[in-house]
């Protein structure tokens, strides 16, 4: 395989801007070192306090909260009962005259058999 000279600068290029970069880096993470913490000198009082004491307040929350309930939509409520109430005996009707359609073009069971023989 062949490698032109041109790709081979481009890769070249490319590791010494890797390297730059990686040294640099820890170049500076090395010269700023770490922090030292230093806590507060807690007695044992008051450690025995902070660990009574609950971390979280669970309970506290919903103290400040108020809960908003929504009304109970009665108008919607009773117009869908009146919808109901007004299409009922028209789905009866419908219903009725259905099924005697159906129970009269009934060509299985008993019923076909008793009109075909009163046909003969």
């Known amino acids: 395989m062949v490698v032109c000279g041109a790709m081979r600068f481009s890769s070249l290029s490319r590791l010494l801007v890797v390297l730059v970069l990686v040294a640099g880096g820890s170049a500076l993470a090395q010269r700023r070192g770490l922090q030292q913490f230093e806590g507060e000198a807690l007695t044992q009082e008051e450690r025995d306090a ?23 939509p009665w108008m919607a409520i009773g117009l869908a009962g009146l919808v109901l109430l007004g299409a009922t005996p028209f789905a009866l009707k419908m219903y009725q005259e259905t099924r005697k359609e159906i129970s009269d073009s009934n060509t299985f069971g008993v019923a076909g058999r008793s009109s075909e023989e009163e046909q003969e």
């Open 50 to 72: 902070a660990r009574s004491r609950p971390k979280y307040n669970i309970h506290g929350y919903g103290k400040d909260v108020p809960v908003e309930t929504e009304p109970i």
